[in-house]
């Protein structure tokens, strides 16, 4: 039988057969799809795609994460050899920019192996066009970089918004995993009849009530305890910025952007963005090691603060004193409160007693 061409079409005759499915497996199809998944398929980012990020909106995002893994560099002790690694580069804007910062620093692009974590083809071709004179690597899984054994500096910017998660809803005292079923053609959600063991469920949830929801991610604790692992076996830091939350919260926060817009999740498989806020206790809990430091997640306005972003701003209206007006829009855009500057939180894991600037105490 020839395989049916629409991705919905496949995933409901998935349906059909085996039964409801969890949304984790959704998302993953509906992303990762070999030929039809959203992430498999053109760039999505930019004006005339779904989205923007923040490397995107302004040079300085970059060059901040550039600083960053300057000093992190440093206080690793300069290494001669190290790799650097990127979650989800997009189009190689965020390395382009950081990488102007690090060729300032002596010895630190000779000592630099640069490793891309990437799926698509089509920012595959944008990474080469920005960073081929730095001679990446690339790779789809991590598990690729195993035979590396020098320290390793990460750094993923909305990579684990992308990556699957499950709901469960409370009802009538038990929790049930969300399941998306069929009524007729069209795609549904539903509840599992099987209770969720009592073990599974967060401390934080034992008390809500009904019509409560919750979301777990088992994928991205799983990436951060490996890489916690690596970090801890090579030395070295991961920096991931993202959406999402601090402490292990309520709600349901699975979503589609299409064309910048909200857009229902289970409408259009294969040509939305899918994603989840970030549940950063839960990554930070995920870490088989810890950072030295008393905190290890700051809003996206606290870190790029502490890395200088409003200085570096004042130095370039100085310059340009025509750009001054787009300079301080971008920078607003950055860390305003009501824009990405608190929703955005950055986490550090990272060996044992590295303690990378500014996750510390004293800062945030
Ligand atoms: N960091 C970039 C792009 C963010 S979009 C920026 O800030 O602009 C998410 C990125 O992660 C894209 O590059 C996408 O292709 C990649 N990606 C998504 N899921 C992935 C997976 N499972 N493995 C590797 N890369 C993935």
Partial sequence: ?????????????????????????????????????????????????????????????????????????????????????ELGPGRGTLLADALRVIKNVPGMIDAMRLALVETNPALIEKQKNLLTP????????????????????????????????????????????????LEGDKRQYGLSPTPLHTELIPDQMKDSSDGAIFEQSLLSQDVISTISDKLQNRSGALLAIDYGYTQTQIGDTFQAIENHQFADPLANPGKADLTAHVDFES????????????????????????????????SLKAKNPDHAANLETDLNRLIGDTEMGSLFKCLCISSEGLNPYPFAAEVG
């Fill in 134 to 181: 730095f001679t990446p690597i690339w790779v789809t899984e991590l598990s690729q970089l195993d035979d590396h054994t020098t320290p390793i500096l990460m750094v993923a910017n909305e990579f684990f918004d992308a990556l699957p998660i499950r709901q469960f809803i409370k009802k009538d005292g038990t929790w049930h995993e969300r399941l998306i079923g």
């Fill in 1 to 85: 039988m020839a395989e049916p061409l629409d991705l919905g079409d496949q995933i409901n005759a998935q349906i059909r057969a085996t039964g409801p499915m969890s949304i984790s497996t959704y998302m993953r199809l509906c992303l990762t799809h070999p030929t039809l998944g959203y992430y498999k398929k053109a760039d999505p980012l930019g004006a005339k795609g779904d989205f923007v990020t923040a490397p995107e909106i302004s040079q300085l995002f970059g060059e901040m994460i550039g600083i960053w893994l300057a000093n992190t560099w440093t206080s690793l002790g300069a290494p001669k050899a190290f790799d650097l690694v």
């Fill in 283 to 314: 990554l930070a809990k995920a870490a088989t090691h810890t950072t030295g430091t008393d905190q290890n997640t700051l809003t996206q306005a606290a870190f790029l603060k502490a890395m200088g972003i409003v200085e570096r701003t004042e």
